[in-house]
């Protein structure tokens, strides 16, 4: 079976699951007609970063990760691919296969990145449909996109997904992309079946694109509060708390 869970492709093997995930990068990079002007290992690095933490949020390992460069390979293909290699590494991701496609056809005026990530789990391990009335709902870090990804020192990092993957009392998780936080949470209640009791102040900006999944929803017991808001040295702030809309 083949289901669709927010942006993540969930196929049911029996009691293994695979999971597919995926971004896009355009118009970011060192070429010609480039918006925004940034290392190509840069490039690399995030849009790796976004699909590997889509998979990490529903309880997914990644085992594959196909790259398709809208550019030669030398030189800018082999920045990015070295970028999608270090980020792996460096977040303590290893033994994950790596395959793709460059355009050696015609030259290009401006970078062009997608990223197809795979990632399996056992399924009893999915952080998927666990959210339940009464669970708190927080947030990692803050919305950011642009040229804030560069200078913010609050953004997450591959490496804090890893952790919230690897933390038990994380029921649910929610990367927050382009989209921004208020469509994630209305995402949330739209899974769970559940209303959602805003507690956060107008102040936070919920309709920020998330950027690079540069922040992150997370769901989990009101007695866990005190280890969730500990786990990343990242801002928390409690969003409010799921309730039954019956």
């Known amino acids: 079976m083949v289901e669709r869970y927010r942006d993540v492709l969930i196929i ?51 085992i594959i990760i196909s790259d398709t460069l809208s550019n030669e390979m030398n030189p800018t293909g082999i920045k990015i691919i070295d970028g999608i290699r270090k980020e792996l590494n460096d977040n303590e991701i ?29 399924k009893e391990a999915l952080k998927v449909r666990k959210a339940k009335a009464g669970m708190e709902v927080g947030l990692f870090g803050y919305p950011r996109v ?3 990804v560069l200078c913010c020192h609050d953004i997450l990092s591959l490496k804090d997904y890893v952790k919230i993957f690897r933390c038990g009392e994380i029921v649910e998780a929610i990367p927050v992309g382009s ?39 997370v769901v989990y017991k009101e007695g866990d509060r005190r280890k969730i808001e500990n786990l990343l040295d990242k801002p928390f702030v409690r969003l409010g708390r799921l309730i039954d809309g019956r």
């Open 94 to 122: 290893y033994d994950v296969a790596l395959t793709g496609s460059t355009e050696e056809n015609f030259p290009s005026t401006m970078t062009g990145v997608g990223v197809t990530a795979i990632g399996k789990a056992e």
């Open 146 to 148: 642009g040229q804030e």
């Open 12 to 62: 049911y093997e029996s009691d293994t699951v695979y999971a597919i995930a995926c971004d896009s990068i355009g118009a970011i990079g060192n070429k010609e007609g480039d918006i925004l002007k940034v290392d190509e290992e840069i490039v690399g690095r995030n849009v790796t970063k976004v699909a590997v933490s889509e998979l990490l949020c529903i309880g997914a390992w990644p």
């Open 179 to 217: 989209k921004g936080i208020k469509h994630e949470l209305d995402v949330l209640k739209l899974s769970s079946g559940l209303e959602f009791l805003k507690e956060y102040k107008s102040d936070l900006d919920d309709t920020k694109s998330g950027g690079p999944s540069t922040c992150c929803i």
